[in-house]
């Protein structure tokens, strides 16, 4: 039987969550015995390497390198420094949490810039997610001393939120053009490039602890290149804004992650409320969804004419 395209991008989207999830434990672990340069090179690289053969006969537009221009420095550069000089100044679990306000930028450029709409139902259903990710997040206890003792670090967390927002809508435009792989490995190829030079101009040693050093492949394969090839289907399938409401999900399984590798760490009756309605809520607005903007014009995961009549 053949699954439709729109659930497919549904369950790409879903199990690119779980994987986004366990994105802040494993950064924690790293980044306590890693320098965040070093690391910001090194899980561009690795991925970028794996990739390279995507590359053959691509062509891209010249009006699409000033998008392409945008997302490296934005989202391959400012982001992950921005990330990981926030986590070593934070806790994982503050990290979990705080990694989810990706999605609400995501969805608002998506909205202002992309011209994306959702249903009525879909709204509330969205209004559902949010609701259910900010109480998994704050426990409700406002003005906690805990959280504020690590203010700078979660506020950088939300900057470099911010930075993946504009990347992501950048590449929803770009994803029109080029194909999914293709699109990542430029991205990677940038931010692994921009990290060499930044670790050659600041005498940077790239020093990686053997122990640390499997840890932070599989932050590189699974975190960084599988995440992001289902993430970019899901922008391709059921549009920014439909994927930005669906990756909040990702606290859920982050939480559990994060209390597995750092069981000092504790989880509330009401931050298992909030997950509870976080699930609820995206059940909810899978039911209800409507098309998305790209199937409603009828669109196909093929790339459009600009990639050449040598594209897949």
């Avoid at 090179?41 to 009006?63: D, G, H, K, T, Y």
């Avoid at 692994?192 to 040693?205: E, Q, R």
């Avoid at 992001?228 to 930005?244: D, H, K, N, Q």
């Amino acid at each position: 039987m053949r699954i439709p395209q729109r659930t497919r991008g549904y369950l790409a989207i879903v199990v690119a969550a779980v994987l986004f999830g366990v994105w802040p434990s494993l950064s924690k672990l790293v980044v306590n015995e890693v320098h965040p340069f070093v690391i910001s090179f090194l899980i561009q690289l690795i991925p970028a390497v794996a990739l390279l053969p995507s590359l053959r006969r691509l062509r891209v537009a010249r009006s699409d390198w000033k998008f392409l221009a945008l997302s490296g420095v934005i989202g391959t550069v400012a982001g992950p420094i921005t990330y990981f000089y926030g986590l070593e100044r934070t806790t994982a679990s503050n990290a979990v949490f705080l990694s989810n306000s990706e999605s609400l930028f995501t969805m608002l450029f998506a909205y202002a810039f992309l011209g994306e709409r959702a249903t009525r139902r879909e709204y509330v259903a969205l209004g559902g997610i949010a609701v259910g990710a900010f109480i998994v997040a704050t426990e409700l206890r406002f003005g906690d001393v805990q959280f504020l003792q690590f203010l700078i670090g979660n506020l950088m967390l939300i900057g470099a939120a911010v930075c993946w927002g504009v990347s992501n809508t950048t590449s929803t435009v770009l994803l029109r053009r080029i194909p999914i792989v293709a699109l990542l490995e430029i991205q990677l190829l940038f931010g692994a490039a921009s990290f060499a030079a930044i670790l050659v101009v600041s005498d940077t040693p790239i020093a990686v602890p053997i122990h640390i050093l499997p840890v932070l492949v599989l932050l590189a394969v699974s975190a960084v290149g599988v995440f992001s090839v289902l993430f970019f289907y899901a922008f391709r399938t059921i549009g920014a804004m439909r994927t930005g409401a669906v990756l909040p999900t990702s606290a859920l399984w982050g939480i559990l992650v994060a209390l597995y590798l750092f069981p000092n760490e504790t989880l509330s009756g009401i931050q298992i409320l909030g997950g509870a309605l976080m699930v609820a809520a995206l059940a909810v607005f899978y039911l209800f969804r409507g098309p998305s903007k790209m199937e409603a014009a009828g669109e196909t995961l093929k790339p459009d004419a600009s990639d050449g009549p040598d594209s897949p």
